[in-house]
């Protein structure tokens, strides 16, 4: 978990700690959630933007899939089990432009 350091002015650091104390949770879980719904949409804008990229790329497989070449559950299974784990380093390889 990353720890964000965040200079705030203290009418907005008041309404914070007042919802905070209102809803029973910590400043900082507050805080967390509203920054987290202040950013819902960047995970679509995020995977729109890698369709994009893998549109230019030429790599990015669109229409419908012949049934003989369906993924099964099983394939599906093997593939999580497979790449368990790759998502932090993806993440970090997307956010350097790799």
């Not at 700690?17 to 949770?25: D, F, L, M, P, Q």
């Not at 394939?75 to 997307?94: C, H, Q, S």
């Amino acid at each position: 978990m990353k720890q964000l350091l965040l200079r705030i002015d203290d009418d907005l650091h008041r309404r914070i700690t007042r919802r905070a104390h209102r809803t029973g949770r910590s400043i900082n879980a507050t805080a967390a959630e509203i920054l987290a719904k202040g950013v819902a949409d960047e995970t679509l804008d995020a995977r729109a933007e890698l369709r994009a990229r893998a549109r230019r790329l030429g790599v990015l497989a669109e229409g419908c899939v012949p049934e003989t070449q369906r993924v099964t559950s099983a394939d599906r299974e093997r593939a999580l089990e497979t790449t368990e784990g790759i998502g932090p380093i993806l993440d970090r390889l997307w956010a350097e432009g790799r």
